[in-house]
C-alpha cells in the first residue's frame, strides 16, 4: 500500500476527531490543556457545522446560525452515522481569542482571525502575527496528537467509545445537551438554524466505506 492509499485510509480520523471535540464540550467541558500552550485553554463551536459521511455520493448537512451542536437537527444525523466533517470553533487562551474553520478531513484551518497585535514596529506586528497563528495551529495539532493517543489505546473501545455512542444516542444517564456557557466576548446567537444539503465528493470506491461512526479499526 502506498503513502496515498494510506493518507486515504485514514481521512476518517479527522471528522472523528471534531465528533470527538463536539462530544467532549458538551459533557466535559470547553477546557482543554496541551504542551503547545501555556496553561489551559477554552474550545467552543461557534455558529457553522457541517455533518457528512465518507460513503460514496453521502449527502452533507450544513448547520448556520444560532449553536448547531445543541441543534435537534444536527444530533439526528450523528444517530444517523454521520461525522461532523467542518466546524465554525472559537479558542480562547487568557485574553487572547482566535477564530477559524476547522476542515477535519484535511486538519485545515481556514477563515483565522487572531488576537489584536500589540506591536508598534512593522516586522515586529509581522512576527507577531506569525507566533499567533503558529499558536493557534499548535494547539489543535496537539489536541489531534491528544485525540490519536487515545484512539489507538484500550481505552477507547473500553470506556470512550461506549460514552460517545451513548451520548450520541441520547441514552439515559449521560449528560444533557447544553449550550456552552455564556462569555463576555460571544457574539449574540441568531434566532434561527438554516440547514442546507449537498452531495459530498465521491471517495475511492475501491476503499471500505467508513460505516462505523467514531469506531472500527485503526490501520
Given amino acids: 500500500m502506498d503513502l496515498l492509499d494510506k493518507m486515504n485510509r485514514a481521512t476518517f480520523l479527522g471528522p472523528e476527531f471534531l465528533t470527538w471535540l463536539w462530544y467532549r464540550t458538551e459533557t466535559q467541558g470547553e477546557i482543554?490543556?496541551?504542551?503547545q500552550m501555556e496553561g489551559p485553554f477554552e474550545i467552543w463551536f461557534d455558529d457553522r457545522l457541517v455533518v457528512g459521511s465518507?460513503?460514496?455520493n453521502a449527502q452533507e448537512n450544513f448547520f448556520k446560525g444560532g449553536h448547531p451542536p445543541?441543534?435537534?437537527e444536527a444530533r439526528t444525523a450523528?444517530?444517523?452515522g454521520k461525522l461532523a466533517t467542518e466546524a465554525r470553533l472559537r479558542l480562547v487562551s487568557g485574553t487572547k481569542e482566535w477564530s477559524f474553520v476547522l476542515k477535519a478531513a484535511s486538519m485545515e484551518l481556514s477563515g483565522v482571525k487572531i488576537p489584536g497585535?500589540?506591536?508598534k514596529e512593522e516586522d515586529d506586528r509581522i512576527y507577531e502575527r506569525l507566533y499567533l497563528l503558529e499558536q493557534v495551529d499548535s494547539a489543535m495539532k496537539g489536541l489531534f496528537g491528544q485525540f490519536l493517543k487515545l484512539r489507538v489505546?484500550?481505552?477507547?473501545n473500553q470506556t470512550e467509545l461506549p460514552a460517545i455512542q451513548a451520548w450520541v444516542g441520547g441514552a439515559e444517564g449521560t449528560a444533557?445537551?447544553?449550550?456552552?456557557?455564556p462569555m463576555s466576548r460571544r457574539p449574540a446567537p441568531m434566532t434561527e438554524t438554516v440547514v442546507e444539503e449537498s452531495t459530498e465528493t465521491p471517495r475511492n470506491e475501491e476503499l471500505p466505506p467508513w460505516e462505523d461512526p467514531v469506531g472500527g479499526p485503526v490501520d
Fill in 32 to 35: 482543554f490543556s496541551c504542551p
Fill in 54 to 56: 465518507t460513503m460514496v
Fill in 70 to 72: 445543541t441543534s435537534l
Fill in 78 to 80: 450523528l444517530r444517523l
Fill in 117 to 119: 497585535i500589540l506591536s
Fill in 153 to 156: 489505546s484500550e481505552t477507547w
Fill in 176 to 181: 444533557p445537551i447544553e449550550a456552552p456557557r
